[in-house]
């Protein structure tokens, strides 16, 4: 079965910090794709950055990367110079067989980021 | 260019009650899917449309939820009768045709049943 862990419930970082959000998967599909989403406490759910199973480089955008090790199943997602702004709950997910239409995310249980002034 | 759109934004309705979530995708989206997060658990896919077609409907709990998307534009969740473990954020998803992977969001509904 599918399954996306995140083993941080909360985090605390200072301002200005690098900061690695944990998150490892199970699937027995070779093809997928991984996700970032982060929400802030307005409640929005916005996309951040993704990752396909087959993709030779690790993803990048802007002060986002992940983090991929495919052999380790894990897709952690680094966070470079935090800010305030960056307060908010950080969800990994999962979606199977990249190119079907079908195709659900499943989610983690989320990390909440607390950034310190 | 708008985003996805849920309205309403809270609900608060007593057990036995009826009530309808609605969702705008973006437009020119084909792919619409409806999440929700119960309180302090992860959250879970509940179904999927392709225009007006539900491709994935596996998470749907029970058949006092019903999902309808007429004409393949906006969709609406409709809970009859609604029950106190529905209460929860319902988000709505919607993604371009032949790119599903990349799902742009809805604020979500927040329903309250007491």
């Known amino acids: 079965a599918q399954k996306i862990t995140q083993t941080q419930p909360g985090m605390f970082v200072q301002e200005k910090e690098a900061v690695t959000l944990d998150c490892t998967y199970d699937t027995s599909d070779p093809s997928y794709g991984l996700f970032w989403y982060k929400q802030p406490s307005s409640g929005e759910m916005i996309f951040l950055i993704y990752q396909g199973s087959y993709d030779q480089q690790n993803a990048t955008e802007g002060r986002y990367s992940l983090n991929f090790q495919k052999a380790r199943k894990s897709a952690n997602l680094v966070i470079s110079a935090s800010q305030l702004g960056d307060s908010a709950m950080y969800f990994c997910a999962m979606r199977e067989t990249v190119y079907s239409s079908a195709s659900k995310i499943i989610f983690g249980s989320g990390t909440r980021l607390s950034i310190r002034p | 260019e708008a985003g996805v759109t849920q309205f309403p934004s809270h609900s608060v309705i007593e057990k036995g009650q009826t009530v309808t979530l609605r969702c705008d995708p973006i437009?020119?989206?084909?792919?619409l899917y409806w999440y929700r997060r119960v309180m302090g658990k992860e959250i879970k896919f509940l179904l999927h449309f392709v225009k007006e077609s539900k491709q994935d409907e596996s998470g749907m709990p029970n058949n006092r939820f019903l999902a309808e998307r007429t004409g393949g534009t906006y969709s609406t969740l409709k809970v009859q009768p609604a029950e106190l473990e529905d209460s929860g954020v319902y988000f709505c998803?919607?993604?371009?045709?032949?790119?599903?992977?990349?799902?742009?969001f809805g604020p979500g509904t927040r329903l309250t049943v007491t």
């Open positions: 437009s020119g989206h084909d792919n």
């Open positions: 998803a919607s993604s371009q045709p032949g790119q599903p992977y990349e799902q742009y």
